[in-house]
Structure formats: C-alpha cells, structure tokens
C-alpha cells in the first residue's frame, strides 16, 4: 500500500508550481482529479509539441492523474466542484489573483463546510499587501526575488534555466499538504496551506541575501563559476571541452596543488593560502589550473581529480544526461503510457524502502470525465446536456 492511497486530492491547476506538488501526491498513490478547460486543458500542454506531440513541461509533470475537462465556470458547474470537493482530502488551485474566490472557491468558505478539507492556495505574490493583484510567471517571479541579479555573467543577467520559481513552489506545496494532512491525522482538523512564488523563491536566496545585505554589495555575476569560492567552476582542458571542480576547505586546497597540479609548493603561497586570499587572486588561480590542464584531455583530468578526491563534475548536455551511466546503472528509468505512446521517466528522487512509486498513465483532455460524472451521481442523460452546452468535454 502506498502512503497516500484513500486520499483524494482536486486540482484547479495549470501551468508548473500546483502540477509539480500533485504529480508527487500521486507519486506517493493520491487519487488526483486535475480539473483542465473543456477541450484545450492546461495551457501547458501547448507550450510546445517535443515528446511526440506533447508538450515536454506536460510530459514531466501530469503522470498518474485523472483528467476531468470541465468549464468552472459555467452555471452548472457548481453542481461537479461540489461534490468533488465534498469527497475530498485535498483542493488546491494556482488560479490568476481572486480567481478561486470569484468561483466561490475561497478557503475560509470552504473549510467553514469541510473542516477536515486540506486546501493549498498558491499564487505569486499572496493574498494581501501591495502586490496581490499582480500576475506571476516563472522568470519574472526570478526578477523580483533577485535571483537574475546573481546569475550570468558580469555583463549579462540571466535566467536559471529551468522553471526554479515554479519548482521551488511546487516543493512547499507538496510538503506543505503532507504536513497538513498528517496534522489533521492528530487533531482531525484540515486547514489552509498558502505558498507564494516570491516567498518561496526568496527562502532559496538566503545566502546572497545574507550576503549582501551584511557586505553591503551582492555577490558577483561569474557565469558558472562561484561568487565567493575559489577554485569553484568551470575550467578548460586539452581537448577544448571543460570540466567543473569546487574546493570547500584548506585540506583539499593542498591535496589539489600537490596530486593534481603537481605544484605542492602552491598550497603554501601566500597570495592562495585562504579562500578569502584565492578571490583576491582569482585570475591568476584560473590561469594556474587552466595552464595544468591544457596539456591533459577531459577523461585524465576527471581521473586525476577522482583519484586525489576533490569533487569535480562534467559538463553535461540535457541528452548526456538521458544516457547518464549512474542513472542507468541505477534503475532511475521507467515506462509510462501517454496519449502519444510509452515514454521514459524518472522515478521520484525520494526512495522509500519497500515502496513503488505510482507510474501510471498522463492524460488525455477530459479522459476521465464521464467516469468521474457517473461517480458524483450524473445520469447518461445529464451528463448527455453538459457536453451538448460545452460545459464538459470528454
């Protein structure tokens, strides 16, 4: 049995942040009923057509989930969120600024009704204060919280280049809802979990916040190098590809000098003896292991590090990482069904022992409407009605 089996959780979701935290519930073996638009579903399955027609963001995010396509807000609609609601364990919505509420959806509503109701309630900014009518999206999210700032180069801000505002989210979320339900396990009572873009986003800027506001300047742009450790980056070898390495303390400092560049003698330098000392001279530290390196390709490099135990990483392409050998070697791939055919996909980073994650099929639009319906207690004949006035699609 897996943990969250007999939970139901509904979902007014789109996008990233709220599909993140319920594919995960599922994971764990949630029943998740994702409610989507009749016949065009979640935005984020036109984000793009790269997994065989299907969007890759959908791909990732919508296994193990049943689709009930349904206008929220048609006249008749009340009716389905209802008694979906009445049946549930856990609602949770990103819906635009008021949007829920607009749809009677509101938490305090809904927990005065259903006590035992988990509700998670995301959006970008909260429900009060100057900007809680603001839209959010992912990159302009990394903008506000200061996450473009330190990231790029000296030149040019840039992006983290995945959905990390989303991401960071969904994280809260998901924990946000276990904690709740295992609160309400002791007290019988549910509640409202509330997670904000920004809010979770600036959690992960603790250190340049910190950082800055102590220093009085933020920590530099150095494109994939570290702000403040060196050697900490990306470095060249003799086969014009890179390699990345990081040095946390003295003592690898010292091995690094005497076994990989063969120079012992550096680790006793005074320009290079602290970290503090190696920023100062961060340019000639570079040079130094750029010049060792030159005449060694990337395997010996790797090899020499591994062996005198300094941590170090190649620098991988997305499709390197399809064929990642630590991946393979440890069974991290599966098959899922889709409405385009089987495709590849990661287990959950969490194992539990003794556990399977959930690994069943993504989707269609509207796949599980009819069967849903007929679960509430609509007739063929009603149900018949909804889709002929587009309030259902299926």
């Known amino acids: 049995m897996r943990p969250l ?20 519930l ?118 506000e919280a200061g996450v473009l700032s330190v990231t790029g180069t000296p030149e040019i801000p840039s992006k983290v280049g995945i959905s990390i505002a989303d991401i960071a989210t969904g994280v809260y979320a998901y924990s946000g809802i276990l904690t709740a339900l295992y609160r309400r396990e002791k007290t019988g009572k549910g509640g409202r979990v509330e997670v904000t873009m920004l809010e979770a986003l600036a959690e992960w800027m603790g250190y340049p916040l910190y950082y800055a506001h102590f220093s009085g300047a933020a920590p530099p742009r150095t494109g994939p190098d570290h702000a403040t450790i060196v050697p900490y980056g990306r470095f060249s070898t003799g086969d014009g590809k890179s390699v990345m390495l990081g040095l946390q303390n003295e003592r690898e400092w010292a091995l690094f000098c005497d076994k990989v560049l063969g120079q012992p003698g550096l680790a006793t330098d005074a320009r290079f003896g602290t970290n503090t000392r190696r920023n100062e001279h961060r340019e000639e530290v570079i040079a130094l292991i750029n010049k060792a390196f030159s005449t060694l390709n990337t395997e010996e490099i790797v090899a020499k590090l591994d062996a005198a135990g300094i941590a170090n990483a190649r620098v991988n392409a997305p499709e390197e990482v399809w064929k990642h050998a630590q991946l393979r070697e440890r069974q991290r791939w599966r098959e899922v069904s889709s409405p385009v055919g089987d495709i590849p996909a990661l287990i959950p980073p969490a194992t539990i022992s003794g556990l399977d994650a959930r690994m069943d099929p993504i989707p269609d639009i509207g796949e599980h409407t009819e069967r849903i319906l007929h679960e509430l207690g609509f007739s063929g004949e009603e149900i018949g009605a909804l889709k002929a006035e587009e309030a259902i699609s299926f």
């Not at 016949?39 to 919508?62: C, E, I, P, Q």
Request: aromatic share 6%; glycine share 8%.
């Open 26 to 143: 599922a994971d764990l073996g949630a029943r998740v009923i994702k409610i989507e638009r009749p016949k065009v579903g979640d935005f984020a399955r036109d984000y793009d057509r790269t997994v065989r027609g299907m969007a890759s963001h959908f791909a990732w995010l919508n296994r193990s989930k049943e689709s009930l396509a349904l206008d929220v807000k048609h006249p008749r609609a009340k009716r389905i969120l209802d008694g979906l609601i009445e049946r549930a364990d856990v609602f949770i919505q990103n819906l635009a600024p008021g949007a829920s509420a607009r749809l009677g959806l509101a938490a305090a509503d809904l927990l005065e009704s259903h006590p035992r109701l988990v509700i998670c309630d995301i959006s970008g900014y909260g429900d009060s204060g100057p900007y809680a009518s603001k839209k959010a999206y992912d990159l302009l999210v990394q903008s």
């Open 5 to 24: 089996e007999g939970i139901t959780v509904v979902s007014l979701e789109q996008a990233v942040a709220a599909p993140f935290a319920t594919r995960h």
